[in-house]
């Protein structure tokens, strides 16, 4: 071999093995992000199939996967229920190992294979939900709904410890917590009305639920 093109070949094959190695680094990082947005679409569905059975014999009607407008940007809501009772909004997560967390945090803890990963409370991010469709009520004049928050953790492996009497729930418990009283409790409401005030906003224009989950992708990716 030539002296002279020792020095090139061994910056050349450095250069192929760092490149080797960042190709396979963005790969695993895809196709990671591509099996938690697998599992967080399959965590719906389970949360969407159940709360359907239920609303067919209840005279209840769901919403699922909804963007609506907030301020200059979109939000993305999981599951409405309505019924006679009022509005149910559910948060779903598809997160696996245990979870900890309480009402005032402003981020929970995830810990799976003794590894920490620090989410937003999903009780302040139902709450949002809920503000913001409660303003589209307004907006539509329509007043004394009663709203509630439910925040449903679909995997069935995960652990969840948090101080009891809060609406999070196990997709086991989501059946119980669809029993209580308050949801079968006759409050007047108009479900179709209801029904056509939230879909009157709801937004369908591409663009803005692109923006919507490129900001949502950010927001995860900072929170690593």
Known sequence: MDEQMRPYLIIGAVVLAVLIISIAIILSIFFHRRKIKKLGVQGEKKVASLLGKYALLNHCKVINDIYLPLYDKTTQIDHIMIGYFGVLVVETKNMKGEIYGNPSDKEWTQILNDKKHKFYNPLKQNQTHIDNI????????????????LVVFADPTTSVFIPRGLPVVSFKKLKKFLKQPKLK????????????????????DKKLIADHNKNVKKMAKDNH
């Open 185 to 204: 409790k006759d409050n007047g409401v108009n479900v179709d009305n209801i029904y056509q005030a939230i879909m009157k906003h709801a937004v369908t």
């Open 134 to 149: 409660r303003y589209i009520f307004n907006k539509e004049n329509i007043y004394n709904i009663q709203l509630e928050s």
